[in-house]
């Protein structure tokens, strides 16, 4: 096996160019409050093996392609770094896998991304201030003391989101809370599993119902498998109120992105619930408004309540994903549980 070095150096506010450091060693600062306006990255090697990376620049968005040190980012124009992605290049680059971690305003370390992923936030005007990089042959056996230096966990820490104020509150209401797929059953998949990432939304969807009184029904709080057939049962069994039944979308092409919603077309009520979650999401989220579909739907046809299926983005693209894994869950939730209570307001 030959050698490889993965050098980097920055340039930070207030202080100017920095480095050079390589493999793990930290370019930036933490707790300083100072951005990572730019970065170099090249490799030391004997392999054929190459290093290239692009940034999300503020005002600017995403730069073009770097490698093998040339500069991604600016200097003395005061931008900051949001997020950046990095993979390797050359015939070696199948044996490698490159592995990058930042420290982020307002969230602290992120968890370590991988090979093109992304890392950072988009759109929410947050700096990188750190960054570490690593490259592993793959693999690796990693042990206890090295495992954190190399894993990369769903979803990565977000900013915390305030709550809506509520318009009112929701005690004596009953609200089944459905979230799509699970265990054998993944649903669409890109960067993230669909059923974890409804898994997720529905946890913190419920909590924002309970502490407004709500009684909230799940038809799962882990990763299982259950029958389409048995989750309106569920509902109609707990006599409840309103189910929500979440999920994200799915599509071929990875450029596909956009919020829409269902609801069974004979429903009046199903109907209004499932317009007033989708003026939330769509206020929240802020992606492309692709509309209510009325149709005949498990989840909707066969419930006693009014229903309503939220597909809020697409777990077959990457922004998408991005979005989520960096508050766009917490904005998600939100966006329901406004349409929740925007929906008893009405009808009370």
């Avoid at 506010?13 to 920095?18: E, K, L, R």
């Avoid at 370590?112 to 201030?129: D, F, I, P, V």
Wanted: charged share 20%.
């Amino acid at each position: 096996m030959g050698y490889i070095n993965v050098i980097y150096d920055g340039h930070v506010q207030d202080i100017g160019d920095v480095g050079p450091f390589k493999n793990g060693e930290l370019c930036g600062t933490t707790g300083k409050s100072k951005r990572l306006e730019a970065v170099k990255i090249w490799l030391e090697t004997d392999l054929d093996l190459g290093i290239e990376y692009e940034g999300q620049i503020q005002d600017i968005g995403w730069d073009a392609t770097k490698k093998a040190g040339e500069l991604c980012g600016t200097q003395g124009q005061g931008k900051r770094l949001e997020s950046i992605r990095i993979r390797l290049t050359g015939a070696d680059a199948e044996k490698y896998d490159v592995y990058y971690g930042v420290h982020a305003q307002d969230i602290g370390n992120m968890n370590w991304a991988m090979n093109g992923e992304r890392t950072g936030t988009e759109g929410m005007s947050l700096r990188l201030e750190g960054i570490k990089i690593i490259i592993a042959p793959k693999g690796i056996v990693m042990s206890p003391d090295t495992i954190l230096k190399f894993m990369k966990a769903e979803p990565k820490p977000a900013a915390p989101v305030t709550p809506a104020a509520p318009v009112g509150n929701l005690y004596g209401n009953i609200i089944c809370i459905n979230p799509g797929h699970g265990g054998s059953d993944p649903g669409a998949c890109g960067d993230l599993r669909e059923s974890d990432m409804n898994l997720t939304v529905a946890l913190i969807l419920g909590l924002m119902l309970t502490e407004r009184g709500a009684q909230v029904v799940y038809t799962r709080t882990s990763d299982v498998h259950v029958y389409l057939s048995d989750r309106p049962v569920i509902a109609n069994n707990a006599g409840a109120d309103l189910f929500i039944s979440i999920h994200h979308n799915g599509s071929s092409d990875p450029s596909s992105s956009g919020t829409c919603a269902i609801c069974y077309p004979e429903s009046d009520a199903g109907i209004r619930l499932a317009i007033l979650c989708l003026n939330g999401l769509y206020n929240r989220l802020g992606l492309q408004q692709r509309g209510l579909i009325q149709r005949d739907d498990s989840d909707v046809t066969y419930t006693d309540m009014p229903a309503v299926i939220t597909e809020a983005s697409f777990a077959s693209c990457s922004a998408d994903c991005a979005l989520f894994q960096n508050g766009g869950a917490e904005l998600e939730a939100l966006g329901i549980l406004d349409g929740i209570l925007a929906y008893f307001w009405v009808a009370a």
